[in-house]
T-cell receptor
Framework: RKEVEQDPGPFNVPEGATVAFNCTYS??????FFWYRQDCRKEPKLLMS???SGNEDGRFTAQLNRASQYISLLIRDSKLSDSATYLC??????????????FGAGTRLAVHP | EAGVAQSPRYKIIEKRQSVAFWCNPI?????LYWYQQILGQGPKLLIQ????????DSQLPKDRFSAERLKGVDSTLKIQPAKLEDSAVYLC???????????????FGNGTRLTVT
């Protein structure tokens, strides 16, 4: 089983639609969680952290369910510029104080006019 | 602030040849990472440095890959000899500390796209 699993998509949605991405992780010791965005042929960039209480940043809402080991990202009122691959990232903390980021394979979103 | 610098941007080599990539992290960032991203997959950590010491190289194919971070600043990643399956984007990243968080996120460079023929 992969450490971080995502639906690869692609999700093809019209402008203005609401779309949700899901991610599951296998290591229950995972400490923190992030969503990264990666545009075609570009490097990944941090979109938002995922907090236990859920958090919102404009049109983006992230939620975490530790019991089910499940993370979600909701995008409301999709824009053409939201077209990208969204990477779910899990942060494992090890004794000795270092941590390791595990990336999912990403979910591709294509927003069309 | 200047971002993570990587070179070259593109490299095409034949199998069994050698190749080296260079990375200059953001000034003051103690932690440096090399990731391999194969098409259609997420980035996979190859090696993580804290200053000039190796923290994690568990997924580095040590029979052909090597990396160093002299003086705790710049880093080079080498592949010798290259195989077809090494074709990928090699991403360098840095962070202020080894405790990655929203306030101390990972910053990626543009990557080096390697094609092995």
């Amino acid at each position: 089983r992969k450490e971080v699993e995502q639906d690869p998509g692609p999700f093809n949605v019209p402008e203005g639609a609401t779309v949700a991405f899901n991610c599951t992780y296998s290591n229950s010791a995972s400490q923190s969680f992030f969503w990264y965005r990666q545009d075609c042929r570009k490097e990944p960039k941090l979109l938002m952290s995922v907090y236990s209480s859920g958090n919102e940043d404009g049109r983006f809402t992230a939620q975490l369910n530790r019991a089910s080991q499940y993370i979600s990202l909701l995008i409301r009122d999709s824009k053409l510029s939201d077209s990208a691959t969204y990477l779910c990232v899990v942060n494992l903390e090890f004794s000795g104080g270092y941590n390791k980021l595990i990336f999912g394979a990403g979910t591709r979103l294509a927003v069309h006019p | 602030e200047a971002g993570v610098a990587q070179s070259p941007r593109y490299k095409i080599i034949e199998k069994r040849q050698s190749v080296a990539f260079w990375c200059n992290p953001i000034s003051g960032h103690a932690t440096l990472y090399w990731y391999q991203q194969i098409l259609g997959q997420g980035p996979k950590l190859l090696i993580q440095f804290q200053n000039n010491g190796v923290v994690d190289d568990s997924q580095l194919p040590k029979d052909r890959f090597s990396a160093e971070r002299l003086k705790g600043v710049d880093s080079t990643l080498k592949i010798q000899p290259a195989k077809l399956e090494d074709s990928a984007v090699y991403l360098c990243a840095s962070s202020l500390s080894d405790r990655v968080s929203y306030n101390s996120p990972l910053h990626f460079g543009n990557g080096t796209r390697l094609t092995v023929t």
